[in-house]
Each structure stands twice: as structure tokens, then as C-alpha cells.
């Protein structure tokens, strides 16, 4: 995954040199559940100077509002293009367990009322078809003349199906945004919620073809989430 964890400026100008530019820095925290409310995300940075000094203002933003949020650092990546933006998330429901959820995100999600919903596991062809039923298609079809990502998003959602069926460990996941475009889908950030503790990665590898990309390998205590 294009993402680096930094734990001073110079660190996080280093990261940004490696990964390119524009970047984006965004707190290491399991504690922020929602970046954007506390400032803890900037984007757009172009210089390392800019760098440095969102890495400040990233954990002054953080302490400001939960101090005593548990912070391991500020996470680099290179920025996402913008393209159109679904979400793919998984719940605990009290009667029926887990559910896969499926909807157009960004700033349609208040506008559209398309979510679709699944009990693991999913196929992909029940994930595609559903997907057709959403404002996505046509929102791919304006932006690029193809909806071949759906092909890829529909795999995202059968991958998180099979994740839900295989581990009780997990009690919520939020892949918000994904963005789409031409050539695939990009999760650009992963809040994940299990039954001992929550972590919060961004990231920045595009899925260009359908396969099983793994989201996080989970283990009980302290231990920290890992991606790969």
C-alpha cells in the first residue's frame, strides 16, 4: 500500500518526496473514528514545507479536540484522483449479524437513496446486479463512457462478504470514500471496528482488476492492525 507512517515532519516531507505530490497527511489514531470533524486530515499538500506543517497542525487539531486520543502518528499518501465515489461497509445487526452494505457515496449519499444490503456471504454476481439497481452506473457512464469498475467494485463487496462470514471478530468496517473511475476502484480510507479495539488506516492502492485485496489481518490485545 502507498502509505507511510511518520512521527516528526521530516519524517512525513520524506514520506511525501517518496510518494509523490500532492499528498495528503492524516492522523494515525484509533480513537478518531471521523478525521474530517476534528481536522485531522489535510489535503492537497504540494511542497514539503506544506507537508511539515500539516503534520502540526494534523496533531494539534487531534489534541485539541480528544486529548487523550491514543495518536501513533500521521499517516502520508499521495492524494486520490477524484472520480465518483461509492461506499462498501459492513454492520452487526442484532437479528440477522452481519450485513454488506453497498451505496453512491461522496456527496450523493444524502441524496440518493440506493444503498443496497446483503447477508454474507455475497457473490459477485449478486454484488453487480445490485450495483445496476444504484445512481452508479449512470454516474460512471457520464464521468467516463464505461462502467467496467463495477466489475471490480462488485469483487470489493464479495470480498468483504467473505471477510463477514469467515470472522465474528469484526464488528464494523467502512470503506468510505471508494473512488471509481474508468480503470477500477480505490478505497481511500478503512475504518475498522472489532470487538477489542478500533483501527483507522487511509489508503491508496487502486484495485485495477478483480481479486481479493486484503483489508486488514485482526488479532486480539494491543496488537495494531495491519495492511497489506
Known amino acids: ?61 487531534t489534541r485539541d ?15 486520490v484522483a477524484a472520480g465518483v465515489e461509492a461506499l462498501v461497509g ?39 446486479a445490485a450495483l445496476d439497481r444504484t445512481r452508479l452506473p449512470d454516474l460512471l457512464d457520464a464521468e467516463y463512457g464505461t462502467t467496467a469498475a463495477l466489475d471490480v467494485l462488485a469483487s470489493l463487496v464479495a470480498d468483504v462478504g467473505r471477510l463477514a462470514a469467515e470472522r465474528d471478530d469484526v464488528a464494523e468496517l467502512d470503506l468510505n470514500p471508494v ?10 480510507d478503512v475504518l475498522v471496528r472489532t470487538r477489542w479495539r478500533t483501527r483507522r488506516r487511509g489508503t491508496r492502492s487502486a484495485h485495477r482488476r478483480p481479486r481479493s485485496p486484503s483489508l486488514a489481518s485482526p488479532s486480539r490485545g494491543p496488537s495494531r492492525w495491519s495492511r497489506r
Open 1 to 61: 500500500m502507498a502509505t507511510r507512517r511518520a512521527e516528526s515532519p521530516t519524517e512525513a516531507a520524506a514520506a511525501a518526496d517518496v510518494l509523490g505530490y500532492p499528498a495528503v497527511c492524516k492522523v494515525d489514531s484509533p480513537d478518531v473514528g471521523h478525521r474530517n470533524r476534528v481536522g485531522a486530515v489535510k489535503i492537497g499538500l504540494d511542497t514539503p514545507g506544506e507537508v511539515r506543517e500539516a503534520y502540526a497542525e494534523v496533531l494539534d487539531n
Open 65 to 79: 479536540h480528544l486529548p487523550d486520543a491514543d495518536v501513533e502518528g500521521v499517516l502520508v499518501q499521495p492524494q
Open 90 to 128: 459492513l454492520t452487526q445487526d442484532p437479528e440477522f449479524g452481519p450485513v454488506v452494505t453497498v451505496a453512491t457515496g461522496g456527496t450523493f449519499v444524502e441524496l440518493f437513496d440506493d444503498a443496497a444490503h446483503f447477508l454474507p456471504p455475497v457473490t459477485e454476481t449478486e454484488a453487480r
Open 179 to 188: 473512488v471509481l473511475d474508468a480503470e477500477g476502484v480505490a478505497p481511500v
